[in-house]
């Protein structure tokens, strides 16, 4: 039973960084790529990027390319994710999610996920 | 970017009535090589981490109750729970996986009448 475990809520000011860690156990690592979705106040879900985790390539929505960095560790069996220049509009809570689909490029849908990582940007 | 839009925006529904949420994509999900549709429902109880229910328009996630179905191709989709239970209250988002970025729709939050 896959299982994936983030890290705790943080508090920065504006112009700061953060990153977020995601740790899966009960699958092997490797065979599933990792998707960052993050979700503001009251409001729907929103992709951030993904990671291939076994061949380390990344694809990032535009609306965060050159503000985020989503990387992997396979000892540790940990996405990462920083996020720099942040503004009040980062306030949201992070997941990370397991793509459905073992190996290859293709999307799937998300069949596991953190319980999430509740960020506030606050000066 | 695909958008996607749902309807309602909210809904209320008796308990053991028929609850109907529908998206619709601004372009077609379904890839003609594997005649697949690249969509799915999520469902989000109040302070829950989102939890698939149906994947690729009509699949059921494991363990997911056969009161839920899943129905549609191309640019519109349905999402039906056959009875109402009062533990279905939550916010159901659709979703689209056939590029990126992955979009999902705004929610439809399901209430008891």
């Known amino acids: 039973q896959a299982q994936i475990v983030q890290s705790g809520a943080e508090v920065k000011k504006p112009g700061a960084s953060v990153k977020l860690s995601c740790r899966a156990s009960g699958y092997t690592f490797t065979s599933h790529n990792i998707h960052w979705v993050r979700q503001a106040p009251g409001q729907s879900l929103e992709w951030i990027g993904w990671i291939h985790v076994d061949r380390d390539k990344t694809r990032y929505s535009q609306k965060f390319q050159g503000r985020v960095v989503i990387t992997r560790d396979t000892y540790a069996s940990a996405v990462y994710m920083e996020l720099s220049g942040l503004t009040s509009e980062d306030t949201a809570v992070y997941f990370c999610?397991?793509?459905?689909?073992?190996?290859?490029?293709?999307?799937?849908?998300?069949?596991?996920w953190g319980q999430g990582t509740l960020v506030t940007v606050s000066s | 970017d695909i958008e996607m839009t749902q309807s309602p925006a909210s809904l209320a529904v008796s308990l053991g009535e028929r609850a109907t949420i529908n998206c619709k994509s601004s372009q077609s999900l379904l890839y003609k090589y594997d005649n697949k549709n690249y969509f799915g429902w999520y469902q989000q109880k109040p302070g829950q981490t989102p939890k698939v229910l149906i994947y690729w328009a009509s699949t059921r996630a494991s363990g997911v109750p056969d009161r839920f179905s899943g129905s549609g191709s191309g640019t519109d989709f349905t999402l039906t729970i056959s009875s109402l239970q009062a533990e279905d209250v939550a916010i159901y988002y659709c979703?689209?996986?056939?590029?990126?970025?992955?979009?999902f729709g705004q929610g439809t939050r399901l209430e008891v009448k």
């Open positions: 999610a397991r793509n459905a689909l073992s190996g290859g490029f293709d999307y799937a849908h998300f069949d596991s």
């Open positions: 979703q689209q996986y056939y590029s990126t970025p992955i979009t």
